[in-house]
T-cell receptor, first 113, second 110 residues
Framework: DTAVSQTPKYLVTQMGNDKSIKCEQN?????MYWYKQDSKKFLKIMFS???????INETVPNRFSPKSPDKAHLNLHINSLELGDSAVYFC????????????FGPGTRLTVT | ELKVEQNPLFLSMQEGKNYTIYCNYS?????LYWYRQDPGKSLESLFV?????AVKQEGRLMASLDTKARLSTLHITAAVHDLSATYFC??????????FGAGTTVTVRA
């Protein structure tokens, strides 16, 4: 019974393509996040939504666009993929905004060739 | 911007011995998290520390928080092979973002 799930797990695509990663949580949480982990394992927040509203939008190229159709889902769409976008993207959720533990999904390994 | 530094970045442990990972953060934070990541896997929450002097223990791992020193430690007692993983600390800033350290890659050898 997966708490935070992501699809796909692996994504290999060519430069210039557009791709989406989907995330779903069944924990009843109000807040969801996207993180990027680079090849050196460094983790950085990209976006956060609370109750479907965008509350964190870090310095991320506008080729990246998150969408939250409802509280349980947060998708990440990436336009015009570049080599530097290759990374592992993690979705996470927490009960609410603020001092709450974040639960991470299994990650999506994106490789841009 | 809240910066988080972990050290060491790599730690080779001998089974049965004790070790400590240090996590320093640059500005005021009243919440500190420790996560474990196995190779190719997701992050697993280990500890949430929300107050000065907080100490939490689970098995061979013990985490503590000193908000005045802006320091958290993760102490490993009598290391075993199963503890081989990368350990991340993350501190929360006033705007509720989590800033992660670079991670400490732990290898436990016989």
């Amino acid at each position: 019974d997966t708490a935070v799930s992501q699809t796909p797990k692996y994504l290999v695509t060519q430069m210039g393509n557009d791709k989406s990663i989907k995330c779903e949580q069944n924990l009843g949480h109000d807040t969801m996040y996207w993180y990027k982990q680079d090849s050196k394992k460094f983790l950085k927040i990209m976006f956060s939504y609370n109750n479907k509203e965008l509350i964190i939008n870090e310095t991320v190229p506008n080729r990246f666009s998150p969408k939250s159709p409802d509280k349980a889902h947060l998708n990440l769409h990436i336009n015009s993929l570049e080599l530097g976008d290759s990374a592992v993207y993690f979705c996470a959720s927490s009960q609410d905004w603020g001092y709450y533990e974040q639960y991470f999904g299994p990650g999506t390994r994106l490789t841009v060739t | 911007e809240l910066k988080v530094e972990q050290n060491p970045l790599f730690l080779s442990m001998q089974e049965g011995k004790n070790y400590t990972i240090y996590c320093n953060y640059s500005t005021t934070s009243d919440r500190l998290y420790w996560y474990r990541q196995d190779p190719g896997k997701s992050l697993e929450s280990l500890f949430v520390l929300l107050s000065n002097g907080a100490v939490k223990q689970e098995g061979r791992l013990m985490a503590s928080l000193d908000t005045k020193a802006r320091l958290s430690t993760l102490h490993i007692t009598a290391a075993v092979h199963d503890l081989s993983a990368t350990y991340f600390c993350a501190a929360g800033s006033n705007d509720y973002k989590l800033s992660f350290g670079a991670g400490t890659t732990v290898t436990v050898r016989a």
